[in-house]
């Protein structure tokens, strides 16, 4: 079975400053991988996903993302933070075995920005 | 519809009444899936849909809990005799068949907000 974990759940970072989040996973096979970033009182928003291709993925809003298979990890960076960045990201796995559908997901990294 | 839609998007009901929640998928997204934000707790799985059969509903915290998808479209989640501890956002999802399988992702709603009191 797979699982996410999100190292801290809070993250302070100034405006201008580097963004980033942590995110690593467990999975039996090969996986893929999803950021997602929720605003206040809205759903989830696909920011980027890997699966398969380049290990290096970008997203919106400037957002980036790693796969390391060997670090099994699946961080999210953005070089220069931004107001409007200031939101809930959680990191989700699927397995992608036919008939297993859910994304299982972390438990979700706050975002503050610090003008 | 434009994007998933449910309703209410708030609910606040007193311990012990039945609830429903509505979900309205994306158009022609025949998978459909419900999770339960709960604060700090992050995203729980409850159960999923392809088309109107629910191959897994693993996640269904107890017999008080049941879901339905009709028409392959719209689907209701119901729960029984609500308790406080079942006081979270709950969200549906969808997506085109085998989101998992070929990595599409979701489409989310916006949730509904239950509130037991």
């Known amino acids: 079975a797979q699982s996410v974990t999100q190292l801290g759940s809070h993250v302070s970072v100034s405006e201008g400053a580097l963004v980033l989040l942590r995110c690593n996973y467990s999975s039996s096979v090969p996986p893929y991988l999803f950021w997602y970033v929720q605003y206040p009182n809205q759903g989830l928003q696909l920011l980027l996903k890997y699966t398969t291709g380049a290990t290096l993925v970008k997203g919106i809003n400037g957002f980036e993302a790693e796969f390391k298979k060997s670090e099994t990890s699946f961080h999210l960076t953005k070089p220069s933070a931004h107001m409007s960045d200031a939101a809930e990201y959680f990191c989700a796995v699927s397995d992608h075995n036919f008939g297993n559908e859910k994304l299982t997901f972390g438990t979700g990294t706050r975002l503050t920005i610090i003008p | 519809g434009a994007g998933v839609s449910q309703s209410p998007s708030n609910k606040v009901t007193e311990k012990g009444k039945d609830v429903e929640l509505r979900c309205d998928p994306i158009?022609?997204?025949?998978?459909l899936y419900w999770y339960r934000q709960s604060l700090g707790q992050g995203l729980e799985f409850l159960i999923y849909f392809q088309g109107n059969s629910a191959p897994d509903k693993s996640g269904l915290p107890s017999d008080r809990f049941s879901a339905e998808r009709t028409g392959g479209s719209v689907s209701t989640l119901t729960i029984q005799r609500t308790q406080q501890e079942d006081s979270a956002v709950y969200l549906c999802?969808?997506?085109?068949?085998?989101?998992?399988?070929?990595?599409?992702?979701?489409?989310f709603g916006s949730g509904t907000r239950l509130t037991v009191v």
């Open positions: 999802a969808s997506s085109l068949a085998h989101a998992s399988q070929y990595g599409f992702g979701y489409t």
């Open positions: 158009s022609g997204h025949t998978a």
